[in-house]
């Protein structure tokens, strides 16, 4: 037999005995975003590329690839950002060719998780999505017939294990596939790239180097892993983020997932933790109506977090570590219920004593004459140090001292087992449980960063065990005491229904996840709550839209797993209510730009009493009561954009923010502000230099140059980044 693992420091040699191994017919299993092998993928697929004997078939979600420009000024300002950010990360092929509709015949590319809105419009992209809740990745995988899994790790303490650092979600789970295949004799290969700049996370996340049948490893297989930029937070950002940190329970759990709103929670939350007195003042600005103030009395609070949060949650976000630095996330659960039950209750806390003893044999969770079984759970949970041996119904205290009877019971025995046999501190602990990371570039460096007793807080494990109650139903009840699941919607409607993932023609625009099982989740465990946030206003081309609407065609949570939805306007507790109660809170959470649409068509619906009128505090839903509201904080430094630092440069930023807003308008537009604007810009304000010089627009080349530096002063002036005004203006010849 071979032995495993073969091991390869190149590529295409790593391809090569693929194919040798497999054959032609090739079908891949690789993880959700940053776990996939790109180096050993795009071998494969160049392999498949020039060679249409090669069958090969990608089942994965979420690929992640560069981001690519579609203009010149955006070519301008990403390609610095793009080689200083991401610098090798080598991006996915088979992505570009999908985009740009040049996969070969002989190659599928499947995916259950779209790059947000990266797939619109994409044909081939679209026809191969499958629709698959995260939590049951796993087994559906195997049912498309994969027979190889691929996957990218980091090297583990010492040669003979690795681990699957950012993705051990799905992994873990197929683990018992790949056995029971092996030893039937039907093997589902499995092949890794160990990355030394991925992050080394152990506990579950560490596996026998025998799991993988090949491993690409070495110089060549390491390179700088996807960075997600931060994107920037704003204010109905931290107006959801404020509400959602009202209802979180002290000693409960939270999900949240990646993007601005988490950034916002989690800004909240260490506000609520470190500056209370300015929490309370800023959520009493708020004017919150009676029933948002009386669930935030029954569910959640404003007091500092005592006992702290524990996080459960399918994706780790740069969010929790930012909690754990502030205090907020702090609540251990360990894998026991006797433990958990016991420390919830406040019998006994994390410091070993002979309290700790004596409340695990009252409750069961030990016998009073001590086998080899309660020994070896004691020392697994640090309640014994690791010196205590067990024989022959006596204790070995690894002291050289007299063997002591196993017997808690006997009042002798027992004083020695207490001076002698006790730990100081129980071990395993966790704060957090993930299925997978992915963040930016400082969020990777956060978790190489920890320390050895830190990275074991962090515990990554399978999407089976973190998604659902099932498998394991009492212990995850125990340990997701108050569990808020918070998850992002694009619309949601005046029934209450959520769409998430999909546009109404049909069109995906993400996936699903694991946001079903989180909602449905929520509404088994007796204190859990979902929490569905949705920006009340989105602003297309054609200027602002509704995000709350009296229906949508498209639905990825049904109106009877409805619970708790948020904008920045208010909150809507819908579980349990009639049709017309939701109808109204949904329409008093809803810009008031739209308000009265919304309820007309409540009404015509036959869901809402035709002499309802809207309440007058609902009537400033308003960008600018909302701009308001942190304008004094912001003006002292708070609630900034980027509250947890940038990849982009301040003129980067200010760059992006002002063209975003450009490439709002048509061209017919952007020409006649020009043209209004065309006294000033014959000479361009001296202001608008670092900007320009940052374009390479500085000095303009051609009249193609020159008109590129007065759109983008011009949108500078528009975004009141610089003034307009500015009597100090350069001479420079922008006629060229």
Same mark, same amino acid.
């Given at each position: 037999?071979?032995?495993?693992?073969?091991?390869?420091?190149?590529?295409?040699?790593?391809?090569?005995?693929?194919?040798?191994?497999?054959?032609?017919?090739?079908?891949?299993?690789?993880?959700?975003?940053?776990?996939?092998?790109?180096?050993?993928?795009?071998?494969?697929?160049?392999?498949?590329?020039?060679?249409?004997?090669?069958?090969?078939?990608?089942?994965?979600?979420?690929?992640?690839?560069?981001?690519?420009?579609?203009?010149?000024?955006?070519?301008?300002?990403?390609?610095?950002?793009?080689?200083?950010?991401?610098?090798?990360?080598?991006?996915?092929?088979?992505?570009?060719?999908?985009? +740009?509709?040049?996969?070969?015949?002989?190659?599928?590319?499947?995916?259950?998780? !779209?790059?947000?809105?990266?797939?619109?419009?994409?044909?081939?992209?679209?026809?191969?999505?499958?629709?698959?809740?995260?939590?049951?990745?796993?087994?559906?995988?195997?049912?498309?017939?994969?027979?190889?899994?691929?996957?990218?790790?980091?090297?583990?303490?010492? *040669?003979?294990?690795?681990?699957?650092?950012?993705?051990?979600? #799905?992994?873990?789970?197929?683990?018992?596939?790949?056995? *029971?295949?092996?030893?039937?004799?039907?093997?589902?290969?499995?092949?890794?790239?160990?990355?030394?700049?991925?992050?080394?996370?152990?506990?579950?996340?560490?596996?026998?180097?025998?799991?993988?049948?090949?491993?690409?490893?070495?110089?060549?297989?390491?390179?700088?892993?996807? /960075?997600?930029?931060?994107?920037?937070?704003?204010?109905?950002?931290?107006?959801?983020?404020?509400?959602?940190?009202?209802?979180?329970?002290?000693?409960?759990?939270?999900?949240?997932?990646?993007?601005?709103?988490?950034?916002?929670?989690?800004?909240?939350?260490?506000?609520?933790?470190?500056?209370?007195?300015?929490?309370?003042?800023?959520?009493?600005?708020?004017?919150?109506?009676?029933?948002?103030?009386?669930?935030?009395?029954?569910?959640? /609070?404003?007091?500092?977090?005592?006992?702290?949060?524990?996080?459960?949650?399918?994706?780790?976000?740069?969010?929790?570590?930012?909690?754990?630095?502030?205090?907020?996330?702090?609540?251990?659960?360990?894998?026991?219920?006797?433990?958990?039950?016991?420390?919830?209750?406040?019998?006994?806390?994390?410091?070993?004593?002979?309290?700790?003893?004596?409340?695990?044999?009252?409750?069961?969770?030990?016998?009073?004459?001590?086998?080899?079984?309660?020994?070896?759970?004691?020392?697994? !949970?640090?309640?014994?140090?690791?010196?205590?041996?067990?024989?022959?119904?006596?204790?070995?205290?690894?002291?050289?001292?007299?063997?002591?009877?196993?017997? $808690?019971?006997?009042?002798?025995?027992?004083?020695?087992?207490?001076?002698?046999?006790?730990?100081?501190?129980?071990?395993?602990?966790?704060?957090?449980?993930?299925? !997978?990371?992915?963040?930016?570039?400082?969020?990777?460096?956060?978790?190489?960063?920890?320390?050895?007793?830190?990275?074991?807080?962090?515990?990554?494990?399978?999407?089976?065990?973190?998604?659902?109650?099932?498998?394991?139903?009492?212990?995850?009840?125990?340990?997701?005491?108050?569990?808020?699941? #918070?998850?992002?919607?694009?619309?949601?409607?005046?029934?209450?229904? =959520?769409?998430?993932?999909?546009?109404?023609?049909?069109?995906? $625009?993400?996936? #699903?996840?694991?946001?079903?099982?989180?909602?449905?989740?929520?509404?088994?465990?007796?204190?859990?709550?979902?929490?569905?946030?949705?920006?009340?206003?989105?602003?297309?081309?054609?200027?602002?839209?509704?995000?709350?609407?009296?229906?949508?065609?498209?639905?990825?949570?049904?109106?009877?797993?409805?619970?708790?939805?948020?904008?920045?306007?208010?909150?809507?507790?819908?579980?349990?209510?009639?049709?017309?109660?939701?109808?109204?809170?949904?329409?008093?959470?809803?810009?008031?730009?739209?308000?009265?649409?919304?309820?007309?068509?409540?009404?015509? +619906?036959?869901?809402?009493?035709?002499?309802?009128?809207?309440?007058?505090?609902?009537?400033?839903?308003?960008?600018?009561? @909302?701009?308001?509201?942190? *304008?004094?904080?912001?003006?002292? /430094?708070?609630?900034?954009?980027?509250?947890?630092?940038?990849?982009?440069?301040? @003129?980067?930023?200010?760059?992006? /923010?002002?063209?975003?807003?450009?490439?709002?308008?048509?061209?017919?537009?952007?020409?006649?502000?020009?043209?209004?604007?065309?006294? =000033?810009?014959?000479?361009?304000?001296?202001?608008?230099?670092?900007?320009?010089?940052?374009?390479?627009?500085?000095?303009?080349?051609?009249?193609?140059?020159?008109?590129?530096?007065?759109?983008?002063?011009?949108?500078? =002036?528009?975004?009141?980044?610089?003034?307009?005004?500015?009597?100090?203006?350069?001479?420079?010849?922008?006629?060229?």
């Amino acid at each position: 037999m071979t032995q495993r693992p073969q091991r390869f420091t190149d590529a295409e040699a790593t391809i090569d005995w693929l194919i040798e191994t497999v054959g032609t017919d090739i079908r891949v299993g690789a993880p959700l975003g940053l776990g996939k092998p790109a180096t050993l993928m795009n071998a494969l697929y160049a392999r498949a590329r020039a060679n249409p004997q090669i069958k090969l078939s990608f089942l994965t979600a979420l690929s992640l690839d560069l981001p690519v420009a579609s203009s010149e000024l955006e070519r301008r300002i990403m390609a610095p950002i793009v080689a200083r950010v991401f610098e090798d990360y080598p991006g996915l092929d088979y992505v570009r060719d999908q985009k +740009a509709g040049a996969l070969p015949d002989n190659v599928t590319v499947s995916e259950f998780f !779209f790059q947000p809105g990266a797939m619109l419009g994409n044909d081939d992209a679209q026809r191969n999505y499958r629709s698959v809740n995260y939590t049951h990745a796993a087994r559906d995988i195997i049912n498309s017939g994969v027979n190889v899994l691929m996957q990218m790790g980091a090297p583990g303490r010492h *040669a003979d294990e690795f681990s699957l650092s950012s993705n051990t979600d #799905v992994t873990l789970d197929l683990i018992p596939v790949v056995e *029971a295949a092996r030893a039937a004799g039907t093997p589902l290969f499995v092949v890794g790239q160990l990355n030394a700049k991925m992050p080394m996370m152990t506990r579950s996340a560490l596996v026998d180097a025998s799991l993988a049948d090949a491993i690409f490893e070495g110089e060549a297989a390491t390179f700088k892993p996807f /960075g997600a930029p931060a994107m920037p937070v704003a204010p109905a950002d931290y107006a959801i983020g404020l509400r959602v940190s009202t209802l979180l329970a002290d000693g409960g759990t939270l999900q949240i997932g990646i993007g601005s709103l988490s950034d916002a929670i989690a800004y909240c939350a260490d506000l609520r933790e470190n500056h209370n007195d300015d929490y309370r003042a800023l959520v009493a600005a708020m004017n919150q109506p009676r029933d948002e103030r009386a669930l935030v009395d029954t569910i959640g /609070g404003l007091a500092p977090f005592e006992r702290g949060l524990y996080g459960c949650t399918e994706m780790l976000v740069d969010a929790y570590m930012q909690m754990y630095r502030a205090g907020v996330i702090k609540r251990v659960v360990y894998d026991d219920i006797p433990l958990q039950t016991l420390l919830d209750a406040g019998s006994i806390d994390e410091t070993v004593s002979a309290d700790t003893l004596t409340a695990l044999r009252r409750q069961g969770a030990v016998r009073p004459d001590l086998n080899g079984d309660d020994v070896a759970y004691l020392k697994h !949970f640090g309640v014994f140090h690791e010196d205590v041996r067990w024989g022959d119904k006596q204790l070995d205290a690894g002291d050289g001292g007299d063997p002591i009877a196993a017997d $808690l019971d006997d009042e002798a025995a027992r004083a020695q087992i207490d001076a002698r046999c006790l730990g100081t501190r129980l071990k395993g602990a966790t704060l957090v449980h993930g299925g !997978f990371f992915l963040g930016p570039n400082g969020f990777y460096q956060s978790l190489h960063d920890l320390t050895d007793d830190e990275r074991e807080l962090f515990h990554m494990t399978s999407v089976g065990q973190i998604n659902h109650l099932y498998g394991g139903e009492a212990l995850r009840r125990v340990q997701r005491r108050e569990a808020r699941f #918070v998850n992002t919607a694009i619309k949601a409607t005046l029934s209450g229904a =959520i769409a998430s993932d999909g546009l109404e023609s049909g069109q995906v $625009l993400s996936g #699903v996840g694991g946001q079903y099982n989180f909602v449905a989740q929520a509404q088994e465990l007796v204190d859990g709550r979902s929490i569905i946030c949705v920006r009340a206003v989105r602003n297309s081309s054609d200027g602002p839209e509704s995000n709350i609407v009296a229906h949508y065609a498209h639905t990825t949570i049904p109106r009877h797993l409805r619970d708790i939805v948020i904008t920045e306007y208010g909150v809507a507790d819908l579980r349990g209510k009639t049709d017309e109660q939701i109808a109204t809170a949904m329409i008093e959470i809803a810009d008031a730009r739209f308000q009265d649409d919304l309820r007309s068509a409540a009404v015509a +619906a036959g869901k809402l009493r035709q002499d309802y009128q809207i309440p007058v505090q609902a009537r400033n839903n308003t960008p600018e009561n @909302i701009a308001a509201l942190f *304008a004094e904080q912001q003006q002292a /430094g708070r609630f900034a954009a980027y509250p947890y630092g940038s990849d982009f440069t301040e @003129i980067e930023r200010e760059l992006i /923010g002002a063209l975003k807003k450009l490439q709002g308008g048509s061209p017919t537009a952007i020409f006649g502000r020009l043209a209004r604007h065309a006294s =000033i810009l014959a000479s361009l304000p001296s202001s608008a230099q670092p900007y320009l010089e940052r374009m390479d627009l500085a000095r303009p080349r051609s009249w193609r140059e020159s008109l590129y530096a007065r759109l983008v002063t011009l949108a500078l =002036i528009n975004d009141g980044v610089i003034d307009s005004g500015d009597e100090d203006s350069e001479d420079t010849d922008l006629g060229a």
